[in-house]
């Protein structure tokens, strides 16, 4: 998990900048291919930093559903081993906790223009998915008037093989250019499976702090993932280091790959005024014991 390591972290992080490249669009033409027989390009949304917030630890993104409103509490995605209190535990759902915790808000060129703080924990989990997302004290509308941001839309389409992305970390003000690789069936690393996992091409060389970053689908410019992990040594299934478990069991590892959850199940468990709705129709989140349809 892409939390920033202790230590020697911070030393590399000017080298592995230099890694942090833009992909060539699918399909470019050869530069001496004859005017008319060129494919039109794929129309494509710049991505910059607008919308993402840095953690004491990681990174995270304002995000709004298809149905929120301006005036509905603006709620804050990140990872859920970027947790405060601590990383869930396998099979462990936490629900409407209250939190206080502090986000910092980025402009489009990673700038601070102030900060965000939560009310409440609204959603966290490592089961099946890795994610947090909090309540804060302000709307969309007050964020907008206040620092002139508006949240990133979380996609609810299921994300496509090849689309081309960009993983934008807030805590390193740094974006990762790449495409989708593919899906991973089932996704381990330690105590912790994920389901349907994205796995990124080698351009994304995502390091300890991207934890949380949004990954958004260059096409549409709505975040279609959150990163969650990079296989960093080569071992198999352990902590920092996810193996790979296609329908088969047979597992595979990749190291130096990295890997996002898909958010795009997340709007159907959200109601109006942003509330959670774990009963929703077409919801898939995991629930804590106690909730069941």
């Not at 490249?21 to 470019?28: D, F, H, K, L, S």
């Not at 700038?111 to 309540?135: F, I, N, R």
């Not at 007050?142 to 081309?164: N, V, W």
């Amino acid at each position: 998990m892409s939390r920033p390591l202790v230590g020697a972290l911070a030393t590399t992080v000017l080298g592995v900048a230099a890694l942090v490249t833009a992909a060539t669009p699918a399909g470019a033409a050869p530069a001496n291919a004859v005017a008319h027989h060129k494919p039109t390009p794929p129309h494509t949304k710049a991505v910059d930093f607008a919308g993402t917030v840095a953690l004491d630890d990681c990174s995270g993104s304002i995000v709004k559903m298809p149905t929120s409103q301006p005036d509905d509490p603006a709620l804050v995605m990140t990872n859920g081993h970027c947790l405060e209190s601590g990383m869930p535990s396998a099979g462990q759902v936490i629900v409407d906790q209250p939190s206080s915790r502090d986000f910092t808000v980025l402009d489009k060129s990673a700038g601070d223009l102030g900060s965000l703080q939560a009310t409440k924990v609204v959603y966290s989990t490592m089961t099946d998915t890795d994610v947090t997302l909090y309540q804060t004290s302000s709307t969309y509308a007050q964020i907008e008037q206040q620092y002139g941001i508006k949240p990133l839309e979380i996609s609810t389409d299921h994300p496509t093989k090849g689309a081309g992305i960009t993983v934008v970390s807030g805590y390193w003000k740094k974006t990762y250019t790449c495409g989708i690789d593919g899906f991973v069936p089932t996704l381990k690393e330690g105590d912790w499976t994920w389901k349907d996992s994205v796995r990124y091409t080698p351009e994304c060389k995502v390091i300890g702090g991207t934890s949380g970053s949004p990954v958004v689908d260059n096409s549409t410019g709505k975040v279609t993932a959150i990163n969650n992990t990079t296989n960093e040594s080569g071992e198999r299934c352990t902590l920092n280091n996810p193996c790979e478990v296609d329908a088969s069991g047979n597992v595979t590892i990749h190291q130096g790959t990295g890997y996002a959850e898909e958010t795009y199940t997340i709007p159907k468990c959200f109601g109006a005024g942003n509330k959670l709705d774990l009963n929703g129709a077409g919801c898939t989140l995991p629930k804590p014991s106690g909730v069941r349809r």
